[in-house]
């Protein structure tokens, strides 16, 4: 009997630890901030296929170092977030030649997390885009954000153009500058990263 009482009273001291680490490492990922370079492509054969007329992609991870980033930053105009030490391309291909590259960014919006997709074409001189999708999001303006009207704006944008909702573009709706800012901001950012990779002596997305 006593070491049943003894092996009932270790049961309930394990269980009280395993409760208390799973409730504190929820508080821990609950202020974590929004992992920006994590966003995942959800739909990648039917978008290079809608966006594109594509078949195939691949996907480059490229570093970047002190010297980058702040010349990202400044070009920005305020600092890239933590997690921001890596990006994704994701090269796409029409048989074998690539007609373009996809991107992706995590911003937060005014209810939560906006995944925006950046589907852009290489000029020769920088990205220019060529469509914007809103991969997932928690806005109360969602058909609005997710719209042709709103989204169409960016085609045809690059990283010199103006990207200041209200004055260089519409909100999405009334109520909507927030969320329309983040992906505006999410445009821009994607297309100055990729610019610098792509300039003269950069490293490229290949």
């Known amino acids: ?3 049943d009482y003894r092996l009932q009273i270790t049961d309930c001291r394990l269980r009280r630890g395993l409760i208390a680490v799973m409730a504190a490492l929820a508080v821990v990922l609950l202020v974590q901030p929004v ?13 290079i296929a809608g966006i594109y007329n594509a078949d195939s992609y691949k996907t480059v991870f490229e570093d970047i170092g002190d010297s ?18 890596q990006f994704k391309f994701f090269p796409v291909f029409k048989a074998e030649d690539q007609v373009g590259t996809v991107m992706t960014h995590a911003g ?9 997709v950046v589907a852009v074409v290489d000029t020769g001189t920088g990205a220019i885009v060529k469509a914007v999708r809103i991969q997932r999001d928690r806005e109360k303006a969602k058909e609005a954000i997710r719209s042709k009207e709103f989204l169409g704006q960016f085609k045809g944008m690059t990283s010199a153009d103006g990207f200041e909702i209200g004055t260089d573009l519409n909100t999405a709706e009334e109520g909507a500058e927030r969320s329309s800012q983040a992906i ?23």
């Open 1 to 3: 009997m006593i070491a």
């Open 35 to 47: 992992a920006a370079s994590l966003c995942v492509w959800r739909s990648p054969d039917e978008d």
């Open 68 to 85: 980058m980033r702040a010349r990202i930053e400044e070009k920005l105009g305020y600092e890239l977030d933590p997690d921001e030490t």
């Open 108 to 116: 937060k919006g005014q209810f939560g997390v906006i995944e925006v």
């Open 184 to 206: 505006a901001n999410a445009v821009r950012k994607l297309l100055i990263v990729y610019d610098e990779f792509n300039a003269p002596g950069g490293s490229g997305t290949q």
